[in-house]
Nanobody, 115 residues
Framework: QVQLVESGGGLVQPGGSLRLFCAAS?????????MGWYRQAPGKRRELVAN???????NYADSVKGRFTISRDNAKKMVYLQMNSLKPGGAAVYYC????????WGQGTQVTVSS
């Protein structure tokens, strides 16, 4: 059984930075898989922020290009999201997702960007 645990969320001022962490545990049998970060603000749909393939190819939402960086450590089964120049927008929960292609989700970590 695969489990994903996110951490690193918190309150940050506009223009600040945060680094999110996602730790995967269990057996990931698929050699080719994608890990990604999604976010969901209250009353809004969950949306893709960024994802990265097992080979390291990254994809970003237009709204975060140039500000966010996704990376992964396959040996540690970790995926990271470095968020810079955060924009004010209240709170959102950031979720980690693993697609093998079975989808696994973490419980989320809240990020609040506010002064």
């Amino acid at each position: 059984q695969v489990q994903l645990v996110e951490s690193g969320g918190g309150l940050v001022q506009p223009g600040g930075s945060l680094r999110l962490f996602c730790a995967a545990s269990g057996s990931i049998s698929a050699i080719i898989h994608v890990m990604g970060w999604y976010r969901q603000a209250p009353g809004k749909r969950r949306e893709l922020v960024a994802n990265i393939s097992s080979g390291g190819a990254a994809n970003y939402a237009d709204s975060v290009k140039g500000r966010f960086t996704i990376s992964r450590d396959n040996a540690k089964k970790m995926v990271y999201l470095q968020m810079n120049s955060l924009k004010p927008g209240g709170a959102a929960v950031y979720y980690c997702k693993l697609s093998t292609p079975t989808n696994y989700w973490g419980q989320g970590t809240q990020v609040t960007v506010s002064s």
